[in-house]
């Protein structure tokens, strides 16, 4: 029998080559999805880890790149194994290209990733038939100022947050909405986060959990020492900032998704506002955000009757 040719369909493959476990799903993706004819992508500082057959990258089955940057370009999708951690990754390659992204959790919560590691045949089989859907999800843009300069630019698709540098003090910021000062905060930081990143650093501070076709963006201090520190919600089209207030002991760091990261000093002003463009995740199915909920977080529902009751009363 001879080999499956290339195609015009390419897939990237973007794996969290410290974990065993995802290295083999990796390679039996691999070896999935080229026998269906399936063109892979794998980027060069992967492919070494996971072992590919020499044979698959001779015959032009396997792609392997040396540059991130336009590495899911003409791909139809970049499927991703690992956790949460490795699908931020992959939201840095696949949002210059628009890729839809699809996670396979081999994580701890993995609430980015759409399917367990126990599905890969059924996920690899929704992918060959291209039986998936994908979803716009909210990005961040964010910009840090210092002394009326831009000093550096960034997205994030989870959250901004400004941090307080030193743990042994507070950080004073004073926060803004829509360019009106609303609170000074002597805090451990500011979250500020999109819908998709509300069920992570923003949900671990105390902000609302926030359904993901809700269009809004979260605004959470850490630890606030003031009697007006609530978690905000407001108007997707609002711009957020966070001043640094000046002083010797006011230096800060700003994370992006807990990726990237800027040191903050003090007088810098970090705004957030809603990013261009948007990340596409794929989902293989329509399960309503409520069920995700339950099932990431093992939400405790025993008791609920609410559709048989329904279901008695000839409502459904």
Request: hydrophobic share 45%; charged share 20%.
């Amino acid at each position: 029998m001879t080999d499956p040719a290339p195609s015009d369909r390419r897939v990237l493959v973007l794996t969290h080559t410290g974990r065993d476990a995802a290295c083999d799903v990796a390679r039996a993706s691999v070896v999935g999805l080229t026998g269906q004819g399936i063109t892979v992508r794998v980027p060069a500082v992967e492919a070494g880890d996971l072992g590919l057959d020499p044979a698959l990258v001779a015959s032009s089955m396997v792609e392997v790149v040396e540059h991130l940057d336009d590495a899911g370009a003409g791909c139809e999708l970049a499927l991703v194994i690992g956790g949460d951690g490795t699908i931020l990754r992959a939201a840095e390659i696949a949002l210059p290209t628009g890729t839809p992204i699809l996670g396979v959790n081999l994580g701890h919560v993995g609430f980015l990733a759409e399917a367990e590691h126990d599905h890969v045949a059924a996920t690899l089989e929704a992918i060959v038939s291209r039986s998936y859907v994908a979803e716009d999800r909210m990005t961040l843009d964010v910009r840090v100022y210092h002394e009326g300069a831009l000093v550096r630019s960034t997205f994030a698709l989870n959250e901004a947050s400004v941090e307080k540098a030193s743990r042994e003090r507070m950080l004073e910021v004073v926060a803004e909405v829509d360019g009106r000062p609303l609170s000074r905060w002597g805090c451990d930081g500011v979250v500020c986060a999109t819908p998709t990143g509300s069920t992570a650093y923003n949900f671990s501070a105390g902000g609302p959990v926030v359904w993901p076709d809700v269009d809004a963006l979260l605004m959470v201090p850490i630890s606030a020492h003031a009697l007006f520190a609530r978690p905000l919600v407001v108007s997707p089209d609002s711009v957020l900032a966070v001043e640094v207030l000046p002083g010797p002991q006011s230096a800060g760091v700003l994370w992006a998704d807990g990726r990237r990261a800027v040191e903050l000093p003090p007088g810098a002003r970090i705004e957030v506002r809603r990013g261009p463009h948007p990340v596409r995740l794929v989902r293989l199915h329509e399960a309503p955000f409520t069920d995700r909920l339950v099932a990431k977080f093992g939400l405790p529902v025993e008791g609920w009757r609410g559709r048989a009751e329904r279901l008695q009363r000839g409502e459904l």
